[in-house]
């Protein structure tokens, strides 16, 4: 699984927009299927202590992120004549991992987070760019560190902007500096991907918010 970080000209043509909307709506889609399927299990958890249902269902919610992740991949494919690299690609990756992880509040949910970028580039780091496999180890344990810190202080990072912006950013300069070796780009570059980030992420929380408070709303008037 690659990414091309040539440029930003495919975004600037008519059917880059076009892929771009359709990439987005999908986006919000798996988006809309997380939150309520969060929103779901929260309900079926109250007052029941059971952990291996617990466990069932955070199973569940492991199995559907990996479909999404698959589902988007194959979608890129399909919207690039075979070719999954695009930096919007890897956006989308990073923003449904992370946004899982904040909506879900699930154990496997965070594994999945720690293991991803191994599973990804994981075997050509150890094969193929064997000088950056110290720097590709560091990465992983701060990510580690990081989805660990965003796992244990949720409601401490979502009460606050400026704390929720800060965390995004590390998220994502950390999964950058793990791409880096397998696509060398500039420090420029790296700095307009992690705002596209915050800004995608930011775009999703509010999303998913409205459609929270939405169904709210709606069971309150049942």
Do not use: C
Not at 102 to 125: D, H, K, L, S
Not at 176 to 186: A, M, N, Q, S
């Amino acid at each position: 699984m690659t990414y091309n970080f040539d440029s930003f000209q495919s975004l600037l043509s008519v059917d880059g927009n076009i892929n771009a909307i359709i990439i987005g709506l999908i986006t919000v889609g798996i988006v809309t299927i997380i939150t309520l399927m969060a929103y779901s299990f929260e309900n079926l958890l109250q007052g029941n202590s059971n952990s291996t249902y617990r466990f069932f269902l955070q199973l569940i919610e492991g199995i559907v992120l990996a479909i999404s992740m698959i589902l988007v991949q194959h979608i890129f494919k399909a919207l690039n004549s075979g070719d999954a690299r695009n930096w919007f690609y890897a956006t989308t990756q990073l923003t449904i991992l992370l946004y899982s992880l904040y909506t879900m509040q699930n154990r496997v949910i965070e594994i999945m987070n720690i293991i991803a970028p191994v599973y990804i580039f994981g075997y050509r780091a150890v094969t193929g760019y064997n000088n950056y496999l110290i720097l590709f180890s560091i990465s992983i344990i701060l990510l580690a560190l990081i989805v660990i810190y965003i796992y244990h202080n949720l409601e401490k990072i979502l009460s606050s902007n400026l704390r929720f912006i800060i965390v995004q950013a590390i998220y994502g300069v950390i999964w950058w500096v793990i791409i880096w070796p397998f696509h060398k780009f500039t420090l420029y570059y790296t700095f307009n991907m992690v705002i596209g980030f915050v800004i995608y992420m930011s775009i999703i929380r509010y999303l998913a918010r409205w459609i929270r408070n939405s169904f709210d709303k709606y069971n309150n008037l049942t």
